[in-house]
């Protein structure tokens, strides 16, 4: 088990407000995913890190920033939140077998 | 952009029935996943493949890496109904550091 916990696990927020999603691993994986699940998209990455304070973009990161202090945590940022955010969240870490996922924040923006 | 094509999207069958998932993609990856996810939570690796042509067993689902790394599936044999769930490809592209192309997922539900 990789001890991924992603919070908070709901959140439901304002149209224009700023919103932190935070993910924590306690077993100091380097690399550090976030994904966005909508129907009819399936899993899309919004941003990576490879290491602390090294991230890079994913295929959706407009309108998302990230930051990793520490290697345990994963910090995803909406600038300012949209309706078109509204979505599930997963964090995930990987291994040499594959992914670990977090249990998801879903997040609706009002 | 790469894709991976995943069929079908929706399956309802009976318990004891066999099923396969199918996977394709123009592009050839280094690995592919198979996850599956269940409602509110996370998706849960099943299986990876690395080598053209591997096939991998688990219990009653067998999964396979076509020979030219472009295309995957899974086979389940005899579905119970706690297969149900939503069943996830991903491909590791070349070069990729990592990052996963998934599979937009196909939702099996078996019937008792």
């Known amino acids: 088990d990789a001890g991924i916990t992603q919070s908070p696990r709901h959140k439901v927020t304002e149209t224009g407000t700023p919103v932190t999603l935070r993910c924590h691993q306690t077993e100091n994986h380097r690399y550090m995913y976030w994904y966005r699940q909508d129907p009819g998209h399936g899993l899309r990455l919004i941003h990576y890190?490879?290491?602390?304070?090294?991230?890079d973009k994913g295929e959706v990161s407009d309108g998302y920033s990230v930051s990793r202090s520490k290697t345990e945590d994963f910090l995803l940022t909406l600038e300012s939140a949209t309706s078109s955010q509204t979505s599930v969240y997963f964090c995930?870490?990987?291994?040499?077998?594959?992914?670990?996922f977090g249990s998801g924040t879903r997040l609706t923006v009002v | 952009t790469q894709l991976l094509e995943q069929s079908p999207q929706f399956l309802s069958i009976q318990e004891g029935e066999n099923l396969t998932v199918y996977c394709n993609s123009s592009?050839?990856?280094?690995?592919l996943q198979w996850y599956r996810q269940e409602p509110g939570e996370g998706p849960v690796l099943l299986v990876t493949?690395?080598?053209?042509?591997e096939v991998k067993k688990l219990k009653r689902l067998t999964f396979q890496f076509g020979d030219a790394r472009k295309d995957s599936s899974l086979h389940i044999t005899a579905a119970q109904p706690g297969d149900t769930g939503l069943y996830l490809c991903?491909?590791?592209?070349?070069?990729?550091?990592?990052?996963?192309?998934f599979g937009k997922g196909t939702k099996l539900s078996v019937k008792p």
């Open positions: 493949v690395v080598t053209g042509g």
């Open positions: 592009s050839v990856f280094s690995s």
């Open positions: 995930a870490i990987s291994d040499r077998y594959g992914y670990t």
């Open positions: 890190s490879y290491g602390v304070k090294d991230t």
């Open positions: 991903a491909g590791e592209p070349r070069g990729s550091q990592g990052n996963l192309i």
